[in-house]
């Protein structure tokens, strides 16, 4: 697989210096050109979606609360009508685990295809990118207004490029804190000047994060920083789809366009390296340039790496493919099968333990208990306990509970049962009995969650001695 890790033949500088070169007076001296295409018409289908839906999200609400909520302070992740709490981490453990899963699916089979259409900062460059290109014109003006000394006309274009990704990058951070801290709540302490400085803290920390990334850094953050491109090739097998260019065609005149054209500044001639992102900018910009001089498409494509298609769609010969995407299936099962399965209501009982048991002023055998709810509904929720099979004459001391929506509460609770006379069904009673209690809806009667305990008692020699 030395193609799929390949470095490009040109002499690379320190990480250290390349970065500090973004801010000396000639810097990004790489220009991207945008450039049409079958593959930049799908990576707009594709990020488009996720940027409104990233977007706009925060603004929707559902019950008057907002739709999607990271609330740290209750420990609560809400989603709709759905509220997830710290017990429910079975859930994200195996969203987790479709996630990597997914992701080694997709690596091994078209390589970093994450990267080139749906990663952020991919996406977030390109918008970047867009706005410059708006406001200070095409790749050929940008580098040409770069040359000229500074005049009205290059202060007031800089300034409105730089104004506009700033302006980008704070709504990038008001909407990834409005996630945590809702829009609704940030405007009324912004209003009385209430602001939590953590909050305000976040949201320039991200602008500034994003407007670094997206603006100077660039392909340095998928070169140097990111991991993903380091163990990409590890994931990968002789059968992934790869960018590549078709060197034995000798169809290239040397254009440069493909080079002008990729986000992270590298020459697809020079080999499959590791700063290629897979985005497809080569591929639109060579066919471009061959449907010009009339001569066959595809001199840059994806293609598998050393095998032919037919033999990459032979799965037969791919386990570690079929496997990804049979654990990525079954995974996403047991999220819903989680989430189908999880107590509304969570209950736990705990016995007083100073007594097992105490005989009351009534002649009544009771057992002393604290009853924990924990309501994770966005409804206050009434319900009723029932003990089920109460064959000997078990009483609750209080049946009838309501749960405010979205709390823990707790509540004593007495179970007693009158001393047995000789004649009576209790007398089989052991001095510890087994009890099954039933938790139902009040207003509908039915069952929505269970517990068992145990009923302690005096033994039956020591209620009637002889």
Not at 72 to 82: D, I, N, T, Y
Not at 117 to 128: A, K
């Amino acid at each position: 697989m030395n193609k799929l890790i390949a470095t490009s033949q040109q002499p690379q500088s320190s990480g250290l210096r390349q970065f500090l070169s973004f801010f000396k007076a000639n810097s990004l001296t790489h220009r991207v050109r945008l450039i049409s295409g079958r593959y930049l018409t799908l990576r707009r289908i594709i990020s488009w979606p996720l940027l409104l839906l990233c977007f706009l999200t925060p603004w929707f609400s559902w019950n008057d609360l907002p739709l999607v909520h990271f609330d740290l302070v209750a420990k609560q992740f809400r989603v709709g009508s759905v509220i997830f709490w710290p017990e429910d981490l079975m859930v994200l453990t195996w969203a987790m685990l479709a996630g990597a899963f997914g992701l080694f699916f997709v690596a091994m089979a078209s390589g970093r295809l994450w990267c080139g259409f749906s990663c952020p900062q991919t996406v977030w460059t390109f918008l970047f990118i867009r706005l410059e290109e708006l406001i200070e014109g095409s790749r050929h003006k940008r580098l040409k207004m770069d040359r000229t000394p500074w005049n009205a006309e290059k202060i007031l274009r800089k300034s409105a490029k730089h104004f506009s990704w700033l302006s980008l990058s704070l709504w990038t951070g008001l909407t990834f804190i409005a996630y945590f801290y809702p829009l609704e709540a940030m405007a009324n302490d912004l209003s009385q000047s209430d602001l939590a400085g953590m909050g305000l803290f976040w949201i320039l920390f991200i602008a500034a994060m994003t407007y670094l990334n997206a603006g100077f850094l660039r392909e340095q953050v998928c070169t140097h920083m990111c991991p993903y491109s380091r163990f990409q090739s590890v994931m990968s097998d002789k059968s992934t789809l790869v960018v590549q260019y078709d060197e034995p065609r000798n169809d290239c005149i040397d254009c440069q366009v493909c080079v002008h054209v990729c986000p992270t500044d590298m020459d697809i001639r020079d080999g499959m390296q590791l700063s290629c992102i897979a985005c497809g900018a080569c591929v639109d910009a060579c066919d471009s340039i061959m449907e010009k001089i009339n001569k066959p498409t595809g001199l840059i494509a994806f293609r598998p790496g050393e095998v032919t298609f037919n033999e990459a769609l032979n799965l037969k010969q791919r386990p570690r493919l079929v496997g990804y995407a049979f654990a990525f299936v079954i995974s996403v099962l047991l999220i819903g099968i989680e989430v189908s399965s999880r107590d509304i209501i969570q209950i736990s009982l705990e016995r007083d333990r100073n007594s097992l048991y105490r005989i009351n002023a009534n002649d009544e055998i009771e057992n002393s208990f604290s009853l924990k709810f924990h309501n994770k509904t966005q409804q206050d929720m009434p319900i009723r306990l029932r003990i089920a099979d109460n064959l000997y004459g078990f009483e609750i001391s209080q049946p009838y509970f309501t749960i405010a929506a979205g709390q823990r509460q707790q509540f004593p609770l007495l179970i007693s049962l009158a001393l047995p006379d000789p004649d009576s069904h209790a007398q089989k009673l052991s001095n510890r009995t087994a009890i099954h209690i039933e938790v139902l809806s009040a207003e509908f009667d039915e069952p929505i969650n269970d517990m068992n305990t145990s009923f302690f008692m005096p033994s039956v020699d020591e209620i009637n001695p002889l």
